[in-house]
């Protein structure tokens, strides 16, 4: 999990990758929040196609959504398990002692993992089509009505980027880290629970010192070059927002009003 970033940006040319990072990054994270009130199959049937049409959209093969979505799949096996055994609703089916598995479980925990592994890939599509420099321009762009109320929103977007570049550089050193304990003899899947939190350490330190020296660096980088964020600057790529950026948004506010009916009508 810890050497599986969520999502790194694929280069492309499909209309997921045209779109303006504002307008995509509005929309995506708008129907990421409605995916949790997705309640019925119908609705979980309509998100899943909505899913799978982003996938096709994006250019990116299934396999490399899948990979980007793979760290929270153990936490959302967990959040089905709790739910199995925990939803009270409809008919008792079986009997684990104090533990019982009612009708209603296996569709609630069903429900719960799915809703929570899609919304991970819908942040996980933003990050593979969109550059953290369109990102970052896109967060500044948006928090600058802000500004007036004396949000620093510049310097928050470039710690968004910053946060977003350093991500692949970490998730790296984690790997090296690892396979460095493993070539002197270390075990991490061997032993009970506390022998492999111990050897965890063995990781989790070093990295982390190295992204305390990342820093280091980085801001004696900013200090070199005199780096100044803020008004005044300009930016090489203006953004513009395209007649399939309004046909992305009206497309968007159709699904989300289907789903909303669906959900008052109880369907």
Avoid at 134 to 140: G, K, M, S
Avoid at 156 to 177: C, G, H, K, N, Q
Avoid at 256 to 267: K, S
Wanted: aromatic share 6%.
């Amino acid at each position: 999990m810890l050497s599986s970033p969520i999502g790194r940006y694929r280069p492309g040319t499909s209309a997921l990758h045209q779109l303006d990072a504002r307008v995509k990054s509005l929309c995506l994270v708008v129907l990421l929040v409605l995916m949790f009130i997705v309640t019925t199959p119908t609705q979980l049937a309509l998100a899943v196609t909505l899913f799978a049409a982003l996938v096709a959209l994006s250019g990116t093969r299934p396999a490399t959504v899948a990979a980007s979505v793979r760290p929270i799949v153990p936490f959302a096996l967990l959040v089905a398990v709790f739910n199995l055994f925990l939803t009270r609703t409809g008919t008792p089916l079986a009997q684990l002692g104090p533990l019982t598995i009612t009708s209603d479980g296996p569709w609630v925990a069903l429900l719960y993992a799915l809703r929570l592994v899609m919304a991970v890939g819908m942040g996980a599509l933003l990050l593979l089509t969109t550059t953290p420099t369109a990102i970052t321009d896109a967060l500044e762009s948006l928090l600058s009505p802000l500004g007036r109320l004396g949000l620093p929103a510049h310097e928050i977007a470039m710690i968004f980027s910053l946060a977003l570049r350093f991500v692949p550089v970490i998730a790296d050193e984690v790997t090296s880290v690892r396979d460095a304990q493993v070539a002197r003899g270390a075990t991490f899947d061997e032993g009970g629970l506390a022998n492999r939190v111990r050897a965890l350490s063995s990781v989790l330190v070093p990295v982390l010192a190295g992204a305390i020296r990342h820093a280091d660096n980085l801001s004696r980088a900013l200090d070199a070059r005199c780096y100044e964020g803020g008004r005044g600057r300009t930016r090489y790529h203006e953004q513009r927002v395209t007649g399939l950026d309004l046909a992305f948004v009206a497309a968007c506010a159709l699904w989300a009003a289907v789903l909303l009916a669906l959900g008052f009508l109880g369907i």
